[in-house]
């Protein structure tokens, strides 16, 4: 045997081994033994390099932490599913079905599991992985190709796949042993837990070192293929067993359903038999079977109308409720929550619980030492329902919601419409570290290393007094922290220096400005440019930018107007941050849509102005505010203005939501 045969033997045993372990879960050969396989394969590529190719099971783990992850456009959207919550919700979908379908008798589906993961698209060309990317808005992704190639159950080349290009999507998890040995191993480092299987999957999947990302434990399921119509199997049922045989990992417990009586029972069976799985699921997904049907039945500007996810109701348990406390968050609102004996529900033990506010607790009774009912359905924020009154058990006396700031001890106050209480001491040490948290955290200057733990002893210690103060921390002042050793205030200081070059859209929102999103920031950054010129802008202005209402314009303007504030934007940009950027997107001047004008009206459903702006841009195009014979498209949503009328009356022709995606979409 040559070294060249030897070495494809290797692969091919090593692939059909991560197959037997990974998509089966019926290992044939002990780690010792995967592992000598392994060893073997990357000595002899040692002694070859001209023989490695990038889909040897040794290259999955390569490269450099990444700057960052660009964005990709997805080939066709990423949608979202509608839900169902209970029996009849579910009826209601199949009677919509069967009246689109014009059906007598019950529908073919296929029931499939709904993975609580986060969704992945696996582009491959010729069978090989080239692409791998996140969801995003589901028009734009992230491509996180090297963290997904360190995913052993995602085959780096396809079996027998047809020639070309070829989507398949999926979701990546983390199964529950891997999710508790994250967390144990956190607990043991002194690091905050992780909330959940799918939050953690999500992190380490944007995690830019995929060396770290290797030792998280992933794995993924697949469930769909996006391709040339001719590739694509006729019924659900023939595609999963299509990817399947390419190598992909497909879900086992998925069952043909002859009728939504079927459909229920499997859904019926598996609230309960969940417990047993190894990996989370928080619903069914139901699926016409038939592509043609499906086909037929088309979409709303949302989801598809062949498909629903029947949610399992949120699980429900007792446990005693010690004591009821008031947080204090970024803009001062002060929110009760509860602390709770500690108690197992749905995927992790919990031990707060929020109560949303004083009203809430009054209107339910919710009182210190009761026995309450918590729910918790998958990854929302666990929930108390109310108190369970047992006759004859003495209960404390009503709660009351504190007249002064837990933190500050400044009085807390409340405007007439609103039920949130406020601290309204801006300099509240609580409202300090939130904001701190806020600034650093990954939607926003994304500073690595500082977080809660970090904040609250720099604010504690007096070394922070708002986020200016980040910009002048020296390695020696860090170094006195409790948990910071040489590095790891080296590495702050270098993640804190590296945020001065952040995006401007990412201070904007760093800045906590009131009903300031990421997406808004984005907007904002991108047509002003500056901060500066944003700050320059009376309501009137901002209101004239898309997506910017006349809430968010003035409340933009009126943190500007604050000299406190301005001040420390002043301060920012005299430490060397970043608070300048270009006006608007790249427009690719190749793009299939260059010298084509769209005028938007009416709301989309899948996607903001915003966001159509930016890919109409992204492909070349233009947007205008106003119809012309010149006009390309006149793009409709919902509610459409007058502009939809000019258009017919110029001639101009106009694309309803669905053609417009196809569109954009094309490749
Ligand atoms: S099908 C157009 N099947 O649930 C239909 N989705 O709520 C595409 N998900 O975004 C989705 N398990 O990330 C489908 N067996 C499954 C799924 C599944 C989990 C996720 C997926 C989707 C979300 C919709």
Partial sequence: ?????????????????????????????????FDALMRELRDLEAAHPDLVTPESPTQRVGGRPAEGFATVTHAAAMLSLDNAYNE???????????????????????????????????????????????????????DVTTNVRTIRAIPLSLRGAPAGRLEVRGEVYLPKAEFARTNREREAAGEPLFANPRNTAAGAMRN??????????????????????????????????????????????????????????????????????????????????????????????????WAIAFKFPAEKVETVLREIRVNIGRTGAATPYAVLEPVFVAGSTISMATLHNAEDIERKDIREGDTVVIEKAGDVIPRVVGPV??????????????????????????????????????????????????????????????????????????????AADLYALTATQLEGLERMGKKSAANLIAEIERSKGNE????????????????????????FGSVDTIAAQPPAALETVPEVGPVLALAVAEWFSDDANRALVARLAAAGVT?????????????????????????????SRDEATAKIEALGGRVSGSVS????????????GSKAEKAVTLGVPVLEEAAFLALIMAP
Wanted: with cysteine; glycine share 8%.
């Fill in 629 to 640: 014979k010149k006009t390309a498209f006149v793009v409709v949503g919902a509610d459409p």
């Fill in 208 to 305: 830019l070192d995929p060396k770290h990302v290797a030792t998280r434990g992933l794995r993924a399921w697949t469930y769909q293929l996006v391709a040339d119509a001719a590739a694509i199997p006729s019924t659900h049922e023939a595609l999963l067993q299509t990817l399947a045989g390419w190598g992909l990992p497909i879900e086992s417990h998925w069952r043909v359903c002859d009728g939504i009586d079927a459909v229920w029972a499997f859904c019926r069976d598996w609230a309960d038999a969940r417990k047993d799985l190894a990996f989370e699921t928080d619903g069914v997904v139901v699926k016409v079977d038939a592509v043609a049907d499906r086909d037929r039945l088309g979409m709303t500007s949302k989801f598809p109308r």
């Fill in 579 to 607: 608070t300048t950027g270009p006006v608007t997107a790249t427009v690719t001047p190749e793009g299939p849509l260059v010298g084509k004008t769209f005028v938007l009206t009416g709301t989309l459903a899948s996607l």
């Fill in 88 to 142: 009849d919700e579910l009826r209601a979908f199949d009677e919509r079905v069967r009246k689109g379908l014009a059906a007598d008798g019950p529908v073919r589906y296929v029931a499939e599991l709904k993975i609580d993961g986060l969704s992945i698209a696996l582009t491959y060309d010729d069978g090989r992985l080239v692409r791998g990317a996140t969801r995003g808005d589901g028009v734009l992704g992230e």
């Fill in 504 to 527: 401007v859209w990412r201070l904007l929102y760093g800045l906590g400005i009131r009903h300031v999103g990421e997406r808004v920031a984005q907007v904002l950054a991108r047509y």
């Fill in 389 to 466: 009154i047992r006759e004859g058990v003495a209960r404390q006396p009503s709660w009351i919601m504190p007249t002064a700031c837990p933190v500050c001890a400044s009085p807390l106050h409340r405007d007439e419409d609103e039920v949130v209480w406020r601290c309204g001491n801006v300099s509240c040490p609580a409202r300090l570290r939130r904001s701190l948290e806020h600034f650093a955290g990954r939607g926003a200057m994304n500073i690595e290393g500082l977080g809660e733990a970090l904040v609250d002893q720099l604010v504690t210690a007096t070394l922070v007094r708002d």
């Fill in 1 to 33: 045997m040559t070294p060249a045969e030897r070495i494809e033997a290797l692969r091919r045993d090593i692939r059909r081994h991560d197959e037997l372990y990974y998509l089966q879960a019926a290992p044939e050969i002990s780690d010792q033994q």
